[in-house]
């Protein structure tokens, strides 16, 4: 099992940034896949942004192509870089992981753990 802890959420204003953190209980680099996806009040959960287990490959949502960028900065942490934020950005950001690399990338049911989420808010 892994636990993920999401931070860096907050109040931003349009055009602004923010760098979500994803902290693993255990090194996820080379046994997950890593993933962001977003929940917006009324609306379902979505793909934001994923990374394969041996960071060769990213994948994007069309609607944060070019401003949104996920990595891995350690062996425990996937960081969400936000640029250019607009107000329809405003969700709750989860972070989730799944041993391995079996099936679509961007499918959340096909996740196993999560965190808790963190709120991002975009004022106009």
């Known amino acids: 099992q892994v636990q993920l802890v999401e931070s860096g959420g907050g109040l931003v204003q349009a055009g602004g940034s923010l760098r979500l953190s994803c902290a693993a209980s255990?090194?996820?680099?080379?046994?997950?896949?890593m993933g962001w996806f977003r929940q917006a009040p009324g609306k379902e959960r979505e793909f934001v942004a994923a990374?394969?287990?041996?960071?060769?490959?990213t994948d994007y949502a069309d609607s944060v192509k070019g401003r949104f960028t996920i990595s891995r900065d350690t062996a425990e942490n996937t960081p969400l870089q936000m640029n250019s934020l607009k107000p329809e950005d405003t969700a709750v950001y989860y972070c989730?992981?799944?041993?391995?690399?079996?099936?679509?990338?961007?499918?959340?049911?096909?996740?196993?753990?999560w965190g808790q989420g963190t709120q991002v808010t975009v004022s106009a």
């Open positions: 255990k090194r996820t680099f080379g046994s997950y896949d």
């Open positions: 989730a992981a799944r041993y391995g690399s079996r099936g679509d990338i961007t499918k959340s049911e096909l996740y196993n753990y």
């Open positions: 990374i394969t287990w041996s960071n060769r490959g």
